[in-house]
């Protein structure tokens, strides 16, 4: 029954052009896992950075969502508060999108399927990537989190003492699938035995 439940939950995902298509290609892969129906959205920059930073094809990410969309395709399912998406992850979100959303300025399909989360009150998990920050960068996170995003920069726990890169991955994957709503059966929290 549980898990006939967790397989109605659809989550958009998008993936941005920031550093680390790895970590929304790894969160495809295990809402996969975990039943969830996925909404993939990947912008241009999205598409250059898992050809230049994994072995993963385009065409292989895009099968592993349920459904994807073009991000120039503002008539999509996702563009509409009326489709009941019950939250979003931008995994990596770039500073460009972080500031389309925090200024309301929905240019694209995965800034207007972000947009639509803040304003029907969705979770909407931002993982933002740079480094350094500028001061607009923090600013655009501040204006976000005040109109109800979750920032959640992939930051590694190191007290978790992980061995691989794999594992520092997944780790901050599973943390995001927490605040999804749909936590992963393998996931290890600090204080709890399994
Ligand atoms: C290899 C590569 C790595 C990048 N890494 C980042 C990053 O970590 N953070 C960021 O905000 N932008 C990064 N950028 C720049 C963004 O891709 C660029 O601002 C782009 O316009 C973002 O558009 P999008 O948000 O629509 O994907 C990177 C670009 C390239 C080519």
Known sequence: MAAELLKKKKIAIGISGASGAVYGIRLLEELAREGAETHLIISRWGEYTIERETSHRLETVKALASYCYEPDDMA??????????????????SMKTLA???????????????????????????????????????????????????????????????????????????????????????????GSSD
């Open 100 to 190: 389309g959303i925090a200024g309301g300025f929905s240019e694209d399909l995965l800034m207007r399927a972000a947009d639509v989360c803040l304003k029907e009150r969705r979770p909407l998990i931002l993982a933002v990537r740079e480094t350094p920050l500028s001061r607009i960068h923090i600013e655009n996170m501040l204006k976000a989190t005040d109109a109800g995003a979750i920032i959640m920069p992939p930051i590694p726990a190191f007290y978790m003492n992980p061995n691989t890169l794999d594992e520092v991955v997944t780790q901050s994957v599973y943390r995001i699938m927490d605040k999804l709503g749909i936590p992963a059966a393998g996931a290890k929290h600090w």
């Open 76 to 93: 999509a399912a996702l563009s509409s508060g009326s489709f009941p998406v019950d939250a979003m992850a931008i995994c990596p979100c």
